[in-house]
């Protein structure tokens, strides 16, 4: 297994124990970032520095955008410190989830 493979593994697992999502997507998009200084530079993390998230999960209620960014941010922590650079959220409740419209073939 790759250390991408890795990182991804580990950041599904962070989040699947602490926020028991019912749904979650993770893209590594560390490719559209190849000749950015930080990817170029990122040996620790085996250069996969850039990853999308799409989590849906019950404990974002309550919780605002920033609030929610904060959370996951910090459950990944460790992450940022051995390669991670950058991180593009998306946090919804399932109510929240289920009123986006829904893109049709």
Not at 18 to 31: R, V, W
Not at 72 to 80: D, G, N, T, Y
Request: charged share 30%.
């Amino acid at each position: 297994m790759g250390k991408s493979q890795m990182r991804l593994n580990r950041m599904k697992k962070i989040v699947e124990t602490a926020l028991a999502p019912q749904e979650m997507a993770i893209e590594d998009e560390s490719h559209r970032h190849a000749h950015h200084s930080a990817v170029k530079h990122a040996e620790i993390g085996g250069g996969e520095t850039h990853y999308r998230m799409v989590i849906v999960s019950q404990k974002f209620m309550g919780m605002n955008r920033v609030q929610r960014s904060r959370l996951v941010h910090e459950l990944l922590r460790e992450e940022f410190t051995t390669g991670l650079h950058a991180l593009a959220l998306t946090l919804k409740t399932p109510e929240e989830y289920e009123s986006l419209p829904k893109i049709r073939p």
